[in-house]
Antibody, heavy 123, light 107 residues
């Protein structure tokens, strides 16, 4: 069974930093692109960042570029999101998601999601 | 690409048919998905590539459309179907864009 478990959220002051983790299990983590998607309280889903399977491509939404850094440790089956210079508008639940692979069901869509971790930035 | 969902809120009764709309600002071909999100839960993939149901999704959920206009239909609403539904495109990414959501509530 595919499982994604996020951790590391919490309350941080504006300008501060936080590192989120996503522990993956039940699938060959190193073979999948992984993403972070966030959801501000009462709002919709917003894509944040992605990391390809072999670690050569990282991409960010304009709103977080230069402040957030995505990384992964395939040996530990873990995805990370380092968040620096946090702002009040970064307050959200952060979800770790898996992107389906070509040749499998739902290629290139978010086929599995973690339960999310809440980040609250106080101003 | 901007995805616009309508209506923002849809009030229906169990057993009724639900029709949710998603309109794209540009042609996304058939590269559109639908997700369901219940309160306090993560989103769940329902439909991908416009009309393909994900594993375990009941047959009462169906998707249709192409280009810029897409529809999610729930043929006969069950109590567990009342939730928020999001569309998402993968035609032109990144960024991966979602619609703003349609809340399906019990009338």
């Amino acid at each position: 069974e595919v499982q994604l478990v996020e951790s590391g959220g919490g309350l941080v002051q504006s300008g501060g930093s936080l590192r989120l983790s996503c522990a993956a299990s039940g699938f060959n983590f190193s073979s999948y692109w992984m993403h972070w998607v966030r959801q501000a309280p009462g709002k919709g889903l917003v894509w944040v960042s992605r990391f390809n399977s072999d670690g050569s491509i990282t991409t960010y939404a304009d709103s977080v570029k230069g402040r957030f850094s995505i990384s992964r440790d395939n040996a530990k089956n873990t995805l990370y999101l380092q968040m620096n210079s946090l702002r009040a508008e970064d307050t959200a639940v952060y979800y770790c998601t898996r992107e389906g692979r070509y040749g499998e069901e739902a290629p290139y869509y978010f086929d599995h999601w973690g339960q999310g971790t809440l980040v609250t930035v106080s101003s | 690409i901007v995805l616009t969902q309508s209506p923002a809120t849809l009030s229906l009764s169990p057993g009724e048919r639900a029709t949710l709309s998603c309109r794209a600002s540009q042609n996304v071909l058939n590269y559109l998905a639908w997700y369901q999100q219940k309160p306090g839960q993560a989103p769940r993939l329902l439909i991908y590539d416009t009309s393909n149901r994900a594993t375990g999704i009941p047959a009462r959920f169906s998707g249709s459309g192409s280009g810029t206009d897409f529809t999610l239909t729930i043929s006969s609403l069950e109590p567990e179907d009342f939730a928020v539904y999001y569309c998402q495109q993968r035609s032109n990414w990144p960024p991966y864009t979602f619609g703003q959501g349609t809340k399906l509530e019990i009338k």
